[in-house]
T-cell receptor, first 111, second 112 residues
Framework: GESVGLHLPTLSVQEGDNSIINCAYS??????FIWYKQESGKGPQFIID?????DKRQGQRVTVLLNKTVKHLSLQIAATQPGDSAVYFC??????????FGKGTSLLVTP | SQTIHQWPATLVQPVGSPLSLECTVE??????LYWYRQAAGRGLQLLFY??????ISSEVPQNLSASRPQDRQFILSSKKLLLSDSGFYLC???????????FGSGTRLTVV
């Protein structure tokens, strides 16, 4: 079936650097995408979303880029901080109501 | 503002015992409701979703069932738990398809 996947399972960055987390999806009908942050033992926390009629959206220190041609989604975190250490998931909606999640990327911010 | 509540936070249950996890949403009406399960170090697997009272869609056949007795209440149940039912169970709501999806704090279930 259709799936959402992450390019890298782990990412280590230095504090203050920018982070880029990538995600590939396979469902060409996907029209809504969300990035979540999940800290250990907690539920996923909404970071930013984007619809398929956009290719870029910015929030506070975060930017999501969507390339529909190659079915690729990325999350950019500017000036990464220790509090950004967590697992990040991309999720998409295709034809149904519910989100389909990728496996997640663990981001580790080192001092 | 809208809030979502899940309880209990942790639960240890013996194999063969029943299960009931409850999720409620406040501050909105007619939400879409979802149950997900997350195995350790893995992504989230959709179990059930509901677009209205009494309307339940099952994504994965298994030892679990869901019910929506009230507009803002979603219950996950099992008559007899299996060891493989252990995991982190998450409830979520959305105002509509493609409009925000907010998760609860989750229930850590360990079946022993």
């Amino acid at each position: 079936g259709e799936s959402v996947g992450l390019h890298l399972p782990t990412l280590s960055v230095q504090e203050g650097d920018n982070s880029i987390i990538n995600c590939a999806y396979s469902n060409s009908a996907s029209d809504y995408f969300i990035w979540y942050k999940q800290e250990s033992g907690k539920g996923p926390q909404f970071i930013i979303d984007i619809r398929s009629n956009m290719d870029k959206r910015q929030g506070q220190r975060v930017t999501v880029l969507l390339n529909k041609t190659v079915k690729h989604l990325s999350l950019q975190i500017a000036a990464t901080q220790p509090g950004d250490s967590a697992v990040y998931f991309c999720a998409e909606i295709g034809s149904g109501y519910a989100l389909n999640f990728g496996k997640g990327t663990s981001l580790l911010v080192t001092p | 503002s809208q809030t979502i509540h899940q309880w209990p936070a942790t639960l240890v249950q013996p194999v063969g015992s029943p299960l009931s996890l409850e999720c409620t949403v406040e501050g909105t009406s007619n939400p879409n409701l979802y149950w997900y399960r997350q195995a350790a170090g893995r992504g989230l697997q959709l179990l059930f979703y509901s677009v209205g009272i009494g309307q339940i869609s099952s994504e994965v056949p298994q030892n679990l069932s869901a019910s929506r007795p009230q507009d803002r209440q979603f219950i996950l149940s099992s008559k007899k738990l299996l060891l493989s039912d252990s995991g982190f169970y998450l409830c979520a709501w959305s105002a509509d398809r493609g409009r925000g999806y907010t998760f609860g704090s989750g229930t850590r279930l360990t079946v022993v």
